[in-house]
């Protein structure tokens, strides 16, 4: 069975109710999922996923520093994650807070690992964006994006034939 991991910082807790949702819809949805704290993971803990979807606050329009420490320090391992799934979302506290800019930065990272990303047609285009409290609408995105996670993950990640 594939395995993710998804992994989060946050300080007020908004961050890790998103990433509980994601979490939540992933493994219903088939995908082996483990839900980490960043300062629980060490660099070497990534090799072991098939998924790495990254959570963090925006803090002036880009990701938390325990976030981007992990990030720094997986340089060791570069194009060692390529082909795996990536993802991302985030949280800010007013609306004009640099979300997509946070999201965006994460994914960087992920992609210049050689990681998958996909997007999103619809609502939040490149990972689910929460403004304060993770409300009804961000929570849907949150479920709808750890579904299409999920479906990705297996599609490159198919389980044995027996």
Known sequence: MAKALVVFYSKTGNTKKMAEAIAEAMGK???????RKVE????????GYDAIILGSPTYYGTMAWEVKKLLDESVKFHGKLRGRV??????????A???ETA???MLKALMI???V????????HYGPVAVGKPDQRSLRSCERYGQR???LIKKLFPEPKP
């Open 113 to 115: 690992h050689g990681m």
């Open 86 to 95: 990536g993802g991302a979302f985030t949280s800010s506290g007013n609306l």
């Open 149 to 151: 996670l999920a479906g």
């Open 97 to 99: 807070g640099g979300n």
């Open 117 to 124: 990303v996909q997007g999103d047609e619809h609502g939040d």
């Open 29 to 35: 949805n088939g995908v082996q999922t483990d839900l």
């Open 40 to 47: 629980s993971v060490a660099v070497p803990d990534l090799l």
């Open 103 to 105: 999201v965006l930065d």
